[in-house]
Each structure stands twice: as structure tokens, then as C-alpha cells.
């Protein structure tokens, strides 16, 4: 299991509404090439994401799932990357002075990823999930997100 954390100048709530707005997540998520599609409702339990993973001409389709949504406390979302496997991901944001700390918890779930040696596989997430965190960082402190349209209540 990979575990970062990131201060980001901006409340848990700017943080939740670039996390609702599934037309973002290509922007924040490293390895996310595009959107296809967001289920009506994201990120409602169930909804998911239609998203492409990698690079031209090796792009897969594939989606990502929220599992659970708790603005803007934690969202936890089943992430699927074939033939890498799929994984748990969970945003936790406490308030802070000055802004909030998000933790980014991974979890790998199947795949090749259980073949990896688990200190190489942490090596690995640890420096991909912080630039997902910097990239969800920016977002929120430049106002991006779904601010000004009702955010999905729990």
C-alpha cells in the first residue's frame, strides 16, 4: 500500500469539488490520457468514469468506480488499469491552517501488480501519487472544479 500526503492552500471543500468533477480527472491523474464519458450522478456510489489509460498508440479504454463519497471528508474509488490490475484509492482531507492535508492512499488489488515486489511497487506509487497530488493540488488552489453547480451529496 502506497500512503502520500500533500498540504494544498485551499479547504478540504475546493479539494472535493475538482475530486466531483469527472471531466477533471484526466488533469490530476498520471497516466489518465482522456475522458470518455462520466456516468450522471459522479461520484455517487456505483457511478463511474470512462476513461483511457496511456499513450498514443497504446491507449486503453477502461473506468473507474466510486465506492464511497463523504464530502469533503473521503472518496474512495476502485481504479482499473488493464492488464495492470485494478486498485483502491482513498482521498482523506483534514482542514489545516491555511488549507488542508490530503492523504492518498493506494492499495493494488489484482493484476501483475502482485507479482512486483512490494518495496519496488511502493517506490513506484510513491512517486507517481505525488504528482497526482501536486496536479490535484493546482486545481484546487486555481479554482478549478464543479464550485458554483450543487456538488453530489452523500
Known amino acids: 500500500m502506497s500512503v502520500d500526503y500533500r498540504f494544498i492552500k485551499a479547504e478540504p471543500e475546493r479539494v472535493f469539488d475538482v475530486l466531483a468533477d469527472g471531466w477533471l480527472f484526466a488533469s490530476w491523474v498520471v497516466g489518465a ?31 473507474t468506480t466510486a465506492l464511497e463519497w463523504d464530502p469533503p471528508r ?18 482523506e482531507a483534514k482542514p489545516v491552517r491555511g488549507g488542508c492535508v490530503v492523504r492518498f492512499t493506494e492499495d ?9 515486489p512490494r518495496f519496488l511497487l511502493d517506490a513506484a506509487l510513491h512517486v ?23 456538488s453530489p451529496q452523500a
Not at 78 to 84: D, E
Not at 108 to 116: D, M, N, S, T
Open 33 to 63: 490520457s482522456r475522458i470518455r464519458d462520466v456516468d450522471e450522478g459522479w461520484p455517487q456510489r456505483g457511478t463511474d468514469i470512462h476513461h483511457s489509460v496511456g499513450l498514443w498508440p497504446a491507449v486503453l479504454d477502461d473506468r
Open 74 to 91: 473521503r472518496l474512495v474509488l476502485k481504479a482499473r488499469g488493464w492488464p495492470i490490475g485494478a486498485v483502491q484509492v482513498t482521498f
Open 108 to 116: 493494488p488489488l489484482g493484476g501483475i501488480a502482485r507479482f512486483i
Open 128 to 150: 507517481r501519487n505525488a504528482e497526482t497530488l501536486r496536479r490535484l493540488a493546482y486545481l484546487a488552489e486555481g479554482g478549478a472544479g464543479a464550485h458554483g453547480k450543487p
